[in-house]
C-alpha cells in the first residue's frame, strides 16, 4: 500500500478551491431557488389579499421575469410591462371595433399576431421578448371574454394589475434578498476573459498545431455585448464604465477574428506539400518574440504597470518582431509567387494580431485599474457599436407560421364550438411566439409539452387534494404552493430543463385553483388542461412542417449572403466600420446556426466561410480609406480594376469563369506590387497599405474551400 502524504497547505488549498467552486456555482443556483420561490409566494398573496382575479398572472409574471442576476430582471420587468401595456391598448382597440363581427376581429388579430411574431424574430434580448408579450396579451385579454365584450376592460385592468404585482415582488426580492449585480459580473468576466486570451496566446501550439481545433469566439462575444445592454437598468454601474465594456469587447472581437484568420491560413501552410518545414520554423520564430514577452509577465498580467511603460514594452516587442521578418524574409524569394504570398500574409497576421492585443491590453488595465477614463469614450462609443443581422425571408416564415397556427386553431374552435377552445388559440400563440426565436423551437416545443404533461397530475394533487384539504388562508395556500414552486425553480435553473420547468409552471398557472374562494371542477380542470396541451402541440407540429432549416438550405443561404456582403462593400460609397461587419457577421453566423439543422462539419464550414468573409470585407474596408488619399483615381485605376474582380468573382456562379476571374485577379496584383511608385510620401505609403491588404485578399481566395459561393454547396 502506498503512503500519500498531504500537507496541510495542500488541505487548506483544496477545501479553498471546493468552496468557491460550491460558491459561484452550487449557491447561487440555492439563492436563485429562494428568491423565485419567495417572490413567487409574495406576488400570490398580495394578488388573493387585493381579491385580484388571477393571481396566476402574477406568479407566471415572476417565473417570466426572475434571473440570476438583478439587472437582467429588471430589464426584462421593464419589457415585459411595455409588451403587456401595448398589448392592453391594442386589446381595447380591437374589442371596441369589431366586438360584433368575429371575422373582422379575427383578422386583425391574425394581423396583429403575424407582426409580434416578425418583430420578436427580428430585435435580440428582452426587446425580443416585449414583442412577443404585446402579441400573448392580446390573446390571453381577449378571447376568454369575447363572448362578453362589457368585460373586457375590467378584465384587462385586471391583468396589468396582476402583471404589475409580479414585476415588482420580482424586482423587489432580486435587490433585497443576496442582490447579485450584472456590474460585478462584468467585471469579473473580462477578467478572466483577458486571463484566458494571455494564455492562449502564450501557447504557441494553439496556432502552428494542425490538432487543434479552431473554436468559434461568437458566443462569448455577443453574450458579452448582451450584458451589457442589459446593465443599463442597473444604477452602480457608470456610464463610463459602460463605455469601458463595449470598447473592450469590440477590441476584444477584432482579436479574436484576427486570431482565427492567423490559425486558419497557418492551417493552409500546413497542408500544402510545396512548403518545406523551414518556412514553418521561419513562422514560429517570428512569433516567438511574443511568447517570451508575455510568458516574462504571466505572473502579473500588466496589472501593476502604468499605460506608458505597456506602451513601450509591446513597441520594443513590436521592433524585434520587424527585426526577425526582415531577417527571414531573404529566405524565401526561390519560392514561388503563392507561396511567399502565404508566408508575407501570416507575418502580416502575427504582426497585426500582436497589435490588436497591445491595444487590447492598454484598454483593459486601464479600466481595471481605474486610469484614463476620460470623455472622449463617450465621443468615440459610435466606433464600438455593434450591429444586428436581419433576414427578410426568415421574418416572413416566422409570420407566416403563426398566421398558419392561429387559422388552424380558429377554425378548429369554429367547427367544434367548444367552449374551452379559446385555450387552444392561447396557449398556441404563446408557444409560436415564445419559441420562434429560440435554438431548435421543434425540440423546445417537445420538452416544453413534456413538462406541461407532467404538471396535469401535479395540478390535479392541488385541485383535488391539497388546496381543498389544507387550505383555509393566504399562510396556508403559501404553504401547500411554495414545494411546487421551489420544484419548478429547482427546474428553471439548469439550461437543460429550463424548457420542461417553463411547461410545467405553465400548466400549473393555468389549471390550478389559486383563489381562496375555491371553484375548481373536473370538467373545468380536465378540459382546460387537455385544451392547453393541444394547444402546445399543434405550435409544435407547425414548426416541424413549416421549417425551411434544412442543411443545405441553410448553408445556400449563409453562402450567398456572405457573398452578397463582400459584393456590397465594393460598391458601397459609403465605407462600414469594422465594427458593424464582424458584429453583423457574428450574429449571422449565431443566427442561422442555433437555428438550422446543422451538423458540426457544416458549422465548422459556417465559420470558415465567415472568416474568409470578415478578413476579405475588413481589407476592401481598409484600402477603400486608403484610396481617400488620393485626388486622382486615374492613379490607382488598377486598385479599382482589383476591386471589381472580387466583385464579379463574387457574383459568378459558374466554377470555370471564377477561375478565370481570379487569374485576372493574379494578374493584376502582381502588375501592382512591380510598378506603382508615388513621389509623395503619404500616397507611397498609402499604396504599401493598399499591397499588403490586396495580398491577404489573395492569399484567403487561394484557399477556394472556406471561401463562399453562389454557386452550387455540396
Not at 447561487?28 to 398572472?57: E, R
Not at 409574471?61 to 438583478?70: A, E, G, K, L
Not at 531577417?327 to 502575427?350: A, E, G, P, R
Request: proline fraction near 2%; hydrophobic fraction near 45%.
Amino acid at each position: 500500500m502506498v503512503e500519500v502524504n498531504i500537507s496541510k497547505s495542500d488541505f487548506l488549498f483544496s477545501i479553498k478551491t471546493a468552496f468557491k467552486e460550491w460558491k459561484n456555482n452550487d449557491l447561487t443556483v440555492i439563492i436563485y431557488i429562494i428568491k423565485l420561490t419567495i417572490a413567487a409566494l409574495l406576488a400570490m398573496s398580495v394578488s388573493m389579499f387585493f381579491n385580484l382575479s388571477s393571481p396566476q398572472t402574477s406568479v407566471f409574471t415572476v417565473f417570466i421575469v426572475m434571473q440570476m442576476y438583478s439587472g437582467l430582471v429588471f430589464s426584462k420587468s421593464f419589457y415585459r410591462f411595455l409588451g403587456t401595456l401595448i398589448g392592453f391598448v391594442i386589446s381595447l382597440v380591437f374589442v371596441s371595433a369589431f366586438s360584433q363581427d368575429r371575422v373582422w376581429f379575427m383578422g386583425f388579430f391574425i394581423i396583429w399576431i403575424a407582426i409580434c411574431a416578425a418583430a420578436g424574430f427580428k430585435y435580440r434580448n428582452f426587446i425580443s421578448y416585449g414583442f412577443v408579450l404585446s402579441g400573448y396579451t392580446v390573446a390571453i385579454i381577449t378571447l376568454p371574454s369575447i363572448d362578453n365584450p362589457l368585460h373586457i376592460y375590467g378584465f384587462a385592468i385586471d391583468r396589468i394589475s396582476e402583471v404589475v404585482v409580479g414585476l415588482l415582488s420580482a424586482s423587489v426580492i432580486s435587490e433585497v434578498i443576496f442582490p447579485k449585480q450584472l456590474s460585478d459580473t462584468l467585471f469579473e468576466s473580462e477578467k478572466h476573459k483577458y486571463k484566458n486570451t494571455f494564455l492562449s496566446i502564450i501557447n504557441i501550439e494553439n496556432i502552428f498545431s494542425k490538432e487543434k481545433n479552431i473554436n468559434n469566439f461568437s458566443r462569448n462575444i455577443l453574450g458579452s455585448d448582451s450584458l451589457r445592454v442589459n446593465s443599463i437598468f442597473e444604477s452602480n454601474i457608470n456610464k463610463k464604465d459602460k463605455k469601458y465594456y463595449q470598447r473592450l469587447n469590440s477590441e476584444f472581437m477584432h482579436l479574436s477574428i484576427t486570431f482565427h484568420s492567423l490559425r486558419n491560413i497557418i492551417n493552409t501552410i500546413l497542408n500544402n506539400e510545396k512548403i518545406d518545414n523551414e518556412m514553418m520554423l521561419a513562422l514560429k520564430d517570428t512569433y516567438k518574440p511574443i511568447k517570451d514577452f508575455l510568458e516574462e509577465n504571466s505572473q502579473n498580467l500588466f496589472i501593476n504597470e502604468s499605460s506608458e511603460n505597456i506602451i513601450n514594452k509591446f513597441n520594443e516587442v513590436k521592433k524585434h518582431i520587424k527585426e526577425q521578418i526582415e531577417f527571414n524574409k531573404t529566405k524565401f524569394m526561390h519560392f514561388d509567387f503563392d507561396v511567399l504570398n502565404d508566408y508575407n500574409s501570416s507575418v502580416y497576421l502575427i504582426t497585426r494580431f500582436f497589435d490588436e492585443f497591445s491595444l487590447y491590453t492598454k484598454t483593459y488595465i486601464s479600466f481595471v485599474n481605474n486610469k484614463d477614463k476620460n470623455d472622449n469614450y463617450e465621443e468615440s462609443s459610435l466606433i464600438y457599436k455593434f450591429s444586428t443581422y436581419t433576414d427578410n425571408l426568415l421574418i416572413l416564415l416566422v409570420s407566416f407560421r403563426a398566421v398558419v397556427v392561429l387559422v388552424a386553431t380558429t377554425i378548429f374552435w369554429i367547427l367544434t364550438a367548444w367552449e374551452y377552445a379559446p385555450f387552444i388559440i392561447i396557449s398556441a400563440v404563446a408557444a409560436t411566439l415564445l419559441f420562434s426565436s429560440h435554438p431548435n423551437p421543434v425540440n423546445a416545443s417537445k420538452s416544453f409539452t413534456k413538462g406541461a404533461i407532467v404538471s396535469f397530475f401535479v395540478a390535479g394533487v392541488c385541485n383535488f387534494y391539497l388546496i381543498p384539504t389544507y387550505v383555509s388562508d393566504i399562510p396556508s395556500f403559501c404553504f401547500i404552493m411554495a414545494p411546487i414552486f421551489a420544484f419548478a425553480a429547482w427546474l428553471g435553473s439548469s439550461d437543460q430543463r429550463g424548457l420542461f420547468a417553463f411547461g410545467f409552471i405553465f400548466i400549473i398557472i393555468t389549471v390550478c385553483s389559486m383563489n381562496l374562494h375555491y371553484s375548481m371542477d373536473y370538467i373545468t380542470y380536465f378540459e382546460t388542461s387537455i385544451a392547453s396541451i393541444i394547444g402546445i402541440a399543434i405550435s409544435g407540429i407547425a414548426y416541424e412542417l413549416i421549417n425551411s432549416w434544412s442543411d443545405y438550405w441553410t448553408k445556400r443561404r449563409v453562402s450567398n449572403l456572405l457573398c452578397n456582403k463582400l459584393i456590397k462593400l465594393t460598391n458601397a460609397k459609403d465605407n462600414t466600420r469594422r465594427v458593424i461587419l464582424e458584429s453583423q457577421g457574428l450574429d449571422l453566423i449565431q443566427h442561422f446556426s442555433t437555428q438550422g439543422r446543422l451538423n458540426l462539419q457544416s458549422n465548422s464550414l459556417l465559420f470558415q466561410w465567415l472568416l474568409s468573409t470578415l478578413e476579405i470585407g475588413r481589407a476592401i474596408i481598409d484600402i477603400k480609406n486608403e484610396l481617400q488619399n488620393f485626388k486622382n483615381e486615374n492613379q490607382v485605376k488598377i486598385v479599382y480594376d482589383i476591386l471589381d474582380l472580387i466583385k464579379d468573382f463574387f457574383l459568378e456562379i459558374d466554377e470555370y469563369k471564377k477561375e478565370i476571374i481570379f487569374q485576372e485577379f493574379k494578374k493584376y496584383f502582381i502588375e501592382l506590387e512591380k510598378n506603382l511608385v508615388f513621389k509623395l510620401t503619404a500616397e507611397q505609403k498609402a499604396i504599401n497599405n493598399i499591397q499588403i491588404e490586396i495580398r491577404l485578399i489573395y492569399t484567403v481566395m487561394l484557399n477556394k474551400i472556406s471561401l463562399p459561393s453562389k454557386g452550387e454547396i455540396n
